[in-house]
């Protein structure tokens, strides 16, 4: 009977045993082997959003690996990348799905997105639609969405004193460092500088050297990447409330289960809001780091780059292949 009891005691076990294996091998075995690639540091608000909050909540049927400061693939390189099937994540910016799709530089153009959760209530609007559907459709690329990278502002090498920044025409003849679309370097002209496409990992020395008078970032991204140390002053022109999609491949995308798909989304749009919330509050304390580095940082006349700037829009190429109507219902979304 004491033998009976054991072998069946043991066969159970083994059954158990057998059972807990199958529901666990699954998770090691079929784990999702990603790639990530960005032109961002480390410390850069967007990849400590994506290293801290996304990537952990999907861990553990996912190893993403990530490659920092284009290390992985050149800056504006990354769709296609994606498109092609060698990446599986990039964070892109709406220039840079403007060279596929012309009216996403709609998205791109200075002074339409007003502040941070205006730029939420487009990209989470029925709007965006038709827009994130072809993106999937041509590109094989899925938005999943939207962070917020703070309100650019132009960065100078001059002092104050030699430049004095008030209206567009203050910029003639500035070599302005703009990324290389056309949808960059239009927004360069628009601001009344001289643009100038240069890839971000070669901003620092071009800045050192000379070969550019200044760049356009966000001050968390002048403080990130010590532009400070090279530049004299900060005109805070606000001329783009910037942002970047977190982008995935479609192809990935379709082979998730519902609940993997569930919370990749889920993870996408935590590290969304918790960098968002982050570069908020760096911008807020920022300002003072940068004048204790000895720059100035000043407005200029808003009004007159906000009126100038909306002006080379109308009538140009860009605004023509904006949909008809959505300008309008991206401006009701707003304050």
Do not use: C
Not at 15 to 34: D, F, R
Not at 100 to 108: L, V
Not at 153 to 166: A, G
Not at 269 to 280: E, K, N, P, V
């Amino acid at each position: 009977m004491f033998k009976n009891i054991s072998k069946k005691l043991i066969l159970s076990v083994a059954s158990l045993l057998m059972l807990t294996v199958s529901m666990i091998s699954p998770s090691y075995s079929a784990k999702l082997k990603l790639t990530m690639a960005t032109s961002g540091s480390e410390t850069d608000a967007r990849s400590v959003a994506i290293a801290n909050v996304m990537l952990p909540m999907i861990s553990d049927f996912a190893d993403v690996k990530v490659g920092y400061n284009s290390t992985m693939f050149d800056q504006g390189t990354e769709l296609d990348a994606i498109s092609r099937g060698n990446l599986t994540m990039s964070i892109t910016s709406a220039q840079e799905l403007a060279q596929f799709f012309p009216e996403f530089s709609i998205f791109a153009t200075g002074y339409v997105h007003q502040d941070a959760a205006h730029q939420v209530r487009v990209f989470n609007h029925e709007l965006m639609d038709p827009f994130k559907k072809k993106v999937e459709d041509e590109l094989g690329v899925k938005l999943l969405s939207v962070m917020y990278l703070g309100k650019r502002h132009v960065n100078l090498r001059q002092s104050k004193d030699e430049l004095t920044v008030k209206t567009p025409a203050d910029l003639k003849g500035v070599n302005l460092r703009m990324p290389g679309t056309d949808a960059w370097q239009f927004l360069g002209k628009t601001l009344g500088a001289s643009p100038t496409p240069l890839a971000f990992n070669e901003v620092y020395t071009a800045l050192q050297t000379g070969a550019v008078d200044g760049q356009d970032n966000p001050l968390p991204t002048v403080v990130d990447k010590k532009f400070y140390e090279v530049t004299k002053q900060i005109v805070l022109t606000s001329h783009l409330v910037d942002l970047n999609y977190i982008a995935f491949s479609k192809k990935t995308w379709d082979k998730l289960s519902g609940d993997q798909k569930l919370r990749v989304q889920q993870a996408a749009d935590a590290a969304a809001s918790w960098g968002r919330l982050r570069q908020l509050q760096l911008e807020n304390s920022l300002a003072d780091f940068v004048r204790s580095q000895g720059l100035d940082i000043y407005e200029p006349d808003s009004a007159a780059f906000r009126k100038h700037v909306q002006a080379q829009y109308v009538g140009s190429e860009f605004a023509k292949s904006w949909p008809k109507g959505v300008l309008e219902k991206i401006n009701s979304l707003g304050n």
